[in-house]
C-alpha cells in the first residue's frame, strides 16, 4: 500500500555485510541522514498523505510513512532487511565490473507481458481493498518479489529446455517494478473509490438530493468511455512535469527518497546469491498462503446465500458487540494488510472505532428525535450518518492540513540552509566523488532527456486536458484546467522536494485544497462537480510527479536508465488507464457499490462529495450541533500531531494517529479488528523467530491479500450470472 522508516542505530564497528546497515552507517550516508534530521526536526511520525484509504502513500515500497521519524525505531520491522549482501554492500570495483546493459535492453517483451498480468491482478486487489474500507497497504514489495519470481522462474524454465534467453538483472527487475506498480495505482489514485466515484448518481442522492449546494443534475453516473478518457488527458502530464530538475533533485541536493531507497535495496538483494535463496524461501511462503487465502474465500461463498450471512458476519464477541460491527469477519485480506501496516496503524484504527462505534455512536443514538430527526434513514446525511461523514472528514482535514503546512515549512527550511551554503545548483558534499556514487551518476547521467521534448510534451498533453476535460464535464471551464496545469510545476517540485525529505506524498491534500477552491470558486450550480474534477487533476499532477522522483532514485541505486524508467512508468500507467476501468465495471455490475449498509461501501465518495458541498455551501451544509463537534475533532487531530512532534519519544510515540482513526466512523469496527489480528501475527512470529519472520513476513501477507483477492474474478462472475450461494449461515438470539 510497509516498513518501519527509522533505522537501527549505527553500531561502531557497522556490519558492512548488511544492505541496510551499509546504506545508512556509511560515513557519506550517515552525515546525510544527519543534516536531514537537523534540517527537519519538525517531522514526525504521522504520515498524512495517503491514497483513497488516506493512510498510506501508495508508492511507500519498503516504508511506512506513519513511522517516518523518531517513533518508529520502536516498531518491529516488517522487512528482509538482512537479504544478503546486495549491491549496496559489494565493493566497488565488483561493482564496476558489472554490465550495465543500454536502456533499450532494459526493457523487454517479457518484462511488459509480466507487469500486465501482475498489474491486472494487483488493480482488482486495490479496487476490492478501494470500494470496501479505503485502506490499500502498499503493495510495492510483493509487486518488487512477484517480478522477480516471475521472471527468473521464466529464465530458468527456458534454461532447463535447453532455450537461451537474456539475463535477467536488476535493472529490468526495476523496470518491470516500476510499470506494475504505476498500473495498479491507477485502481485506487484514480479516484474509483473517490472522486470519481463521488460524481454518480447514488451518492449524489446519499448525501441528500435536497441538501443546499448538492444541486439537482450535479452527478454523472460511471462509464468506461468517459473515465477512460478522464484518465487519459490528467494521468501523463505529471510524468513531465519535473523530468528536467531529476539531476536537481536525485544527485544535487541528494535527497533520499527513503521509499525509493528501500525499493532499490530490496532489487539490489534479490540479484545475489544469498538473495536468490530468500527468494526461494519467499514463493514458498507465498504460495502456501495464496492457496489457503483463495481456498478460505471459496469456503466461505457457500454460507453467504443471503443478507447478514456468513463468517463474514461472525459474532465473534457476541451479538451485542456484533450490533455494534466489533466481531472477526475472517477476511484475510485485512489481515494481510495489517502484518504490512504498522502497529501504529492498526491500533489508531482500533482505537478511532472503539471511540465511535464502541462510545459516540450509542450515545448520539439516544439524541435522536433530539438533535435529528428520526424519521431519517440509516443513510441519511440529515441523520446519524451525517455525524460520522462530517465527523471523519473533520479528523482527515485535521491531520492533512498540519502536516500539509509542516513538509511545506520543512521544504521551506531545508531550500534556504542549502541556499545559505550556496549548494543550489552543484554536487552536495566532496563525499559524493567516491567511485560509488561516480558510477551511479555517470548511468543516470548517460541517457539524458532532452529539455525540449519535456517542454513539448507538457504543452501538447496540457492542451489535450484543456481541451477534454470540459467536454467531459460541462462544470469544469477550461481556464480552471489552465490554472490547475500552470501551478503543476512549482506544486509539483514542492511536494516532490517534501516527499524525498519526510517520504510523506502531500498529492492528496494538494487535491483537497483545490477541491474547496474550485468549488466555492464555481459557485452553487456548478461547485460539486468542479471541485472534484479538479481534486482528481491536481492531485494526478501533483502525486505522479513525486512518485517519479521516487523512481528516478530506485533507478540510481540500481544503476538503471531514467530513460528505461520514464518509459516503464508511462506504459504502466497506459495499462492502468485502461486495466482501472473496466475492473470498476467489473465490480460496479455484480455488486452493489456506494451502499452504506452493505460491504461495497466505498465510504470515500462520499466523503468527497461532502467536501465539495462544504466548499460550495460552507457550514450551513453541517447538522445540527455538527459544526461544534467538527471543530473539537479537527482540534483534536492537530494537537495529536503536535504531540507526537515535540513530546519526548517514549510518550509521543504512543500518540494515535488521527488519520488512521478517522476510518472506522464511517466505515464500522470489524475490519479494524482484522487489522490487528495481523499485527498480532506479526508481534507473536517476531517473538518466536524473529529472522525468519523479517523474511517471510512481505511474502505471507502479500499471499493472504492475492488469494482473497483472485477470488473476486470467479465471485464476480457467479454474481453477474445471478447465481447464488446455496446456504445462509446466520446467528440469533436464543429463545
Same mark, same amino acid.
Given at each position: 500500500?510497509?516498513?518501519?522508516?527509522?533505522?537501527?542505530?549505527?553500531?561502531?564497528?557497522?556490519?558492512?555485510?548488511?544492505? *541496510?546497515?551499509?546504506?545508512?552507517?556509511?560515513?557519506?550516508?550517515?552525515?546525510?541522514?544527519?543534516?536531514?534530521?537537523?534540517?527537519?526536526?519538525?517531522?514526525?511520525?504521522?504520515?498524512? *498523505?495517503?491514497?483513497?484509504?488516506?493512510?498510506?502513500?501508495?508508492?511507500?515500497?519498503?516504508?511506512?510513512?506513519?513511522?517516518?521519524?523518531?517513533?518508529?525505531?520502536?516498531?518491529?520491522?516488517?522487512?528482509?532487511?538482512?537479504?544478503?549482501?546486495?549491491?549496496?554492500?559489494?565493493?566497488?570495483?565488483?561493482?564496476?565490473?558489472?554490465? /550495465?546493459?543500454?536502456?533499450?535492453?532494459?526493457?523487454?517483451?517479457?518484462?511488459?507481458?509480466?507487469?500486465?498480468?501482475?498489474?491486472?491482478?494487483?488493480?482488482?486487489?486495490?479496487?476490492?481493498?478501494?470500494?470496501? %474500507?479505503?485502506?490499500? +497497504?502498499?503493495?510495492?514489495?510483493?509487486?518488487?518479489?512477484?517480478?522477480?519470481?516471475?521472471?527468473?522462474?521464466?529464465?530458468?524454465?527456458?534454461?532447463?529446455?535447453?532455450?537461451?534467453?537474456?539475463?535477467?538483472?536488476?535493472?529490468?527487475?526495476?523496470?518491470?517494478?516500476?510499470?506494475?506498480?504505476?498500473?495498479?495505482?491507477?485502481? @485506487?489514485?484514480?479516484?474509483?473509490?473517490?472522486?470519481?466515484?463521488?460524481?454518480?448518481?447514488?451518492?449524489?442522492?446519499?448525501?441528500?438530493?435536497? %441538501?443546499?449546494?448538492?444541486?439537482?443534475?450535479?452527478?454523472?453516473?460511471?462509464?468506461?468511455?468517459?473515465?477512460?478518457? @478522464?484518465?487519459?488527458?490528467?494521468?501523463?502530464?505529471?510524468?513531465?512535469?519535473?523530468? +528536467?530538475?531529476?539531476?536537481?533533485?536525485?544527485?544535487?541536493?541528494?535527497?533520499?527518497?527513503?521509499?525509493?531507497?528501500?525499493?532499490?535495496?530490496?532489487?539490489?538483494?534479490?540479484?545475489?546469491?544469498?538473495?536468490?535463496?530468500?527468494?526461494?524461501?519467499?514463493?514458498?511462503?507465498?504460495?502456501?498462503?495464496?492457496?489457503?487465502?483463495?481456498?478460505?474465500?471459496?469456503?466461505?461463498?457457500?454460507?453467504?446465500?443471503?443478507?447478514?450471512?456468513?463468517?463474514?458476519?461472525?459474532?465473534?464477541?457476541?451479538?451485542?458487540?456484533?450490533?455494534?460491527?466489533?466481531? &472477526?469477519?475472517?477476511?484475510?485480506?485485512?489481515?494481510?494488510?495489517?502484518?504490512?501496516?504498522?502497529?501504529?496503524?492498526?491500533?489508531?484504527?482500533?482505537?478511532?472505532?472503539?471511540?465511535?462505534?464502541?462510545?459516540?455512536?450509542?450515545?448520539?443514538?439516544?439524541?435522536?428525535?433530539?438533535?435529528?430527526?428520526?424519521?431519517?434513514?440509516?443513510?441519511?446525511?440529515?441523520?446519524?450518518?451525517?455525524?460520522?461523514?462530517?465527523?471523519?472528514?473533520?479528523?482527515?482535514?485535521?491531520?492533512?492540513?498540519?502536516?500539509?503546512?509542516?513538509?511545506?515549512?520543512? %521544504?521551506?527550511?531545508?531550500?534556504?540552509?542549502?541556499?545559505?551554503?550556496?549548494?543550489?545548483?552543484?554536487?552536495?558534499?566532496?563525499?559524493?566523488?567516491?567511485?560509488?556514487?561516480?558510477?551511479?551518476?555517470?548511468? &543516470?547521467?548517460?541517457?539524458?532527456?532532452?529539455?525540449?521534448?519535456?517542454?513539448?510534451?507538457?504543452?501538447?498533453?496540457?492542451?489535450?486536458?484543456?481541451?477534454?476535460?470540459?467536454?467531459? &464535464?460541462?462544470?469544469?471551464?477550461?481556464?480552471?484546467?489552465?490554472?490547475?496545469?500552470?501551478?503543476?510545476?512549482?506544486?509539483?517540485?514542492?511536494?516532490?522536494?517534501?516527499?524525498?525529505?519526510?517520504?510523506?506524498?502531500?498529492?492528496?491534500?494538494?487535491?483537497?485544497?483545490?477541491?474547496?477552491?474550485?468549488?466555492?470558486?464555481?459557485?452553487?450550480?456548478?461547485?460539486?462537480?468542479?471541485?472534484?474534477?479538479?481534486?482528481?487533476?491536481?492531485?494526478?499532477?501533483?502525486?505522479?510527479?513525486?512518485?517519479?522522483?521516487?523512481? @528516478?532514485?530506485?533507478?540510481?541505486? %540500481?544503476?538503471?536508465?531514467?530513460?528505461?524508467?520514464?518509459?516503464?512508468?508511462?506504459?504502466?500507467?497506459?495499462?492502468?488507464?485502461?486495466?482501472?476501468?473496466?475492473?470498476?465495471?467489473?465490480?460496479?455490475?455484480?455488486?452493489?457499490?456506494?451502499? +452504506?449498509?452493505?460491504?461495497?461501501?466505498?465510504?470515500?465518495?462520499?466523503?468527497?462529495?461532502?467536501?465539495?458541498?462544504?466548499?460550495?455551501?460552507?457550514?450551513?451544509?453541517?447538522?445540527?450541533?455538527?459544526?461544534?463537534?467538527?471543530?473539537?475533532?479537527?482540534? @483534536?487531530?492537530?494537537?495529536?500531531?503536535?504531540?507526537?512532534?515535540?513530546? +519526548?519519544?517514549?510518550?509521543?510515540?504512543?500518540?494515535?494517529?488521527?488519520?488512521?482513526?478517522?476510518?472506522?466512523?464511517? /466505515?464500522?469496527?470489524?475490519?479494524?479488528?482484522?487489522?490487528?489480528?495481523?499485527?498480532?501475527?506479526?508481534?507473536?512470529?517476531?517473538?518466536?523467530?524473529?529472522?525468519?519472520?523479517?523474511?517471510?513476513?512481505?511474502?505471507?501477507?502479500?499471499?493472504?491479500?492475492?488469494?482473497?483477492?483472485?477470488?473476486?474474478?470467479?465471485?464476480?462472475?457467479?454474481?453477474?450470472?445471478?447465481?447464488?450461494?446455496?446456504?445462509?449461515?446466520?446467528?440469533?438470539?436464543?429463545?
Amino acid at each position: 500500500m510497509l516498513f518501519v522508516a527509522a533505522r537501527p542505530p549505527c553500531p561502531s564497528t557497522p556490519d558492512w555485510t548488511s544492505p *541496510a546497515r551499509r546504506l545508512i552507517c556509511s560515513s557519506p550516508a550517515r552525515d546525510r541522514v544527519r543534516r536531514s534530521v537537523r534540517s527537519s526536526r519538525f517531522q514526525s511520525a504521522t504520515g498524512a *498523505a495517503a491514497g483513497e484509504l488516506e493512510l498510506l502513500v501508495p508508492r511507500a515500497a519498503g516504508m511506512d510513512r506513519h513511522e517516518l521519524g523518531s517513533a518508529g525505531a520502536a516498531e518491529i520491522e516488517k522487512s528482509p532487511r538482512e537479504a544478503g549482501p546486495d549491491m549496496e554492500s559489494e565493493p566497488a570495483a565488483a561493482r564496476v565490473a558489472e554490465r /550495465v546493459p543500454p536502456w533499450r535492453e532494459q526493457l523487454t517483451v517479457r518484462g511488459l507481458v509480466a507487469a500486465l498480468l501482475i498489474g491486472v491482478v494487483y488493480t482488482v486487489i486495490v479496487m476490492k481493498l478501494s470500494l470496501t %474500507t479505503g485502506i490499500v +497497504p502498499t503493495l510495492n514489495v510483493s509487486a518488487a518479489l512477484l517480478a522477480f519470481l516471475a521472471l527468473r522462474g521464466w529464465t530458468h524454465a527456458l534454461d532447463r529446455l535447453g532455450i537461451a534467453s537474456r539475463p535477467f538483472t536488476r535493472q529490468e527487475n526495476t523496470v518491470v517494478q516500476t510499470c506494475i506498480v504505476a498500473c495498479y495505482t491507477i485502481g @485506487f489514485g484514480g479516484g474509483f473509490g473517490s472522486f470519481l466515484l463521488g460524481l454518480d448518481k447514488k451518492t449524489y442522492e446519499l448525501s441528500g438530493a435536497s %441538501t443546499p449546494g448538492n444541486v439537482p443534475g450535479s452527478y454523472k453516473d460511471p462509464a468506461i468511455g468517459w473515465m477512460m478518457g @478522464f484518465l487519459l488527458a490528467v494521468s501523463f502530464v505529471g510524468l513531465l512535469t519535473l523530468l +528536467p530538475l531529476r539531476k536537481v533533485l536525485v544527485i544535487d541536493y541528494k535527497l533520499t527518497y527513503p521509499s525509493g531507497t528501500a525499493t532499490a535495496v530490496l532489487i539490489n538483494g534479490f540479484h545475489t546469491p544469498q538473495g536468490d535463496k530468500n527468494a526461494k524461501k519467499q514463493v514458498l511462503g507465498f504460495l502456501k498462503y495464496f492457496g489457503i487465502s483463495f481456498f478460505w474465500s471459496f469456503f466461505q461463498w457457500f454460507y453467504t446465500g443471503g443478507d447478514f450471512c456468513g463468517f463474514m458476519q461472525f459474532p465473534t464477541f457476541g451479538l451485542k458487540a456484533w450490533k455494534q460491527s466489533f466481531f &472477526f469477519d475472517f477476511s484475510l485480506t485485512y489481515v494481510g494488510a495489517g502484518m504490512i501496516c504498522s502497529h501504529l496503524v492498526n491500533l489508531s484504527l482500533l482505537f478511532g472505532a472503539v471511540l465511535s462505534c464502541g462510545v459516540m455512536w450509542p450515545l448520539m443514538k439516544k439524541q435522536e428525535g433530539n438533535w435529528y430527526s428520526a424519521k431519517a434513514s440509516a443513510s441519511s446525511m440529515t441523520g446519524l450518518y451525517g455525524y460520522k461523514a462530517f465527523l471523519c472528514i473533520a479528523l482527515l482535514i485535521g491531520d492533512g492540513s498540519y502536516n500539509f503546512f509542516k513538509v511545506i515549512i520543512v %521544504t521551506l527550511n531545508s531550500i534556504r540552509e542549502k541556499s545559505k551554503r550556496g549548494r543550489l545548483n552543484r554536487v552536495a558534499d566532496a563525499d559524493s566523488v567516491a567511485i560509488d556514487d561516480m558510477q551511479r551518476n555517470e548511468v &543516470f547521467n548517460r541517457d539524458n532527456i532532452p529539455s525540449w521534448v519535456t517542454y513539448v510534451g507538457y504543452v501538447l498533453l496540457s492542451a489535450i486536458a484543456v481541451v477534454a476535460i470540459p467536454l467531459i &464535464f460541462r462544470q469544469v471551464k477550461w481556464y480552471y484546467v489552465v490554472i490547475a496545469y500552470l501551478l503543476a510545476p512549482a506544486l509539483g517540485f514542492c511536494n516532490a522536494y517534501g516527499t524525498g525529505l519526510t517520504d510523506m506524498n502531500m498529492g492528496y491534500n494538494y487535491g483537497k485544497v483545490a477541491l474547496f477552491v474550485f468549488a466555492a470558486w464555481a459557485g452553487k450550480d456548478n461547485g460539486v462537480v468542479a471541485g472534484l474534477v479538479t481534486c482528481g487533476l491536481v492531485k494526478q499532477l501533483v502525486l505522479v510527479s513525486a512518485d517519479l522522483m521516487h523512481d @528516478f532514485k530506485t533507478a540510481h541505486l %540500481t544503476l538503471t536508465s531514467p530513460r528505461s524508467m520514464l518509459v516503464g512508468q508511462a506504459v504502466g500507467t497506459l495499462m492502468g488507464c485502461i486495466v482501472a476501468p473496466l475492473t470498476f465495471f467489473l465490480f460496479y455490475e455484480a455488486f452493489d457499490i456506494g451502499n +452504506p449498509e452493505g460491504y461495497w461501501k466505498a465510504p470515500y465518495a462520499l466523503i468527497y462529495r461532502n467536501m465539495a458541498i462544504l466548499g460550495v455551501e460552507g457550514f450551513d451544509a453541517l447538522p445540527k450541533h455538527c459544526l461544534q463537534l467538527c471543530a473539537a475533532f479537527f482540534a @483534536f487531530a492537530v494537537l495529536a500531531n503536535v504531540a507526537r512532534d515535540f513530546l +519526548p519519544q517514549r510518550i509521543g510515540r504512543f500518540v494515535p494517529l488521527p488519520m488512521a482513526m478517522a476510518v472506522p466512523f464511517l /466505515v464500522d469496527a470489524n475490519f479494524a479488528i482484522d487489522m490487528c489480528m495481523g499485527s498480532l501475527v506479526v508481534f507473536l512470529w517476531h517473538k518466536l523467530n524473529g529472522k525468519k519472520a523479517a523474511l517471510l513476513i512481505p511474502a505471507v501477507a502479500s499471499g493472504l491479500i492475492c488469494g482473497d483477492g483472485i477470488w473476486i474474478f470467479p465471485s464476480s462472475l457467479l454474481a453477474l450470472a445471478k447465481i447464488k450461494p446455496p446456504i445462509c449461515m446466520k446467528f440469533t438470539p436464543g429463545s
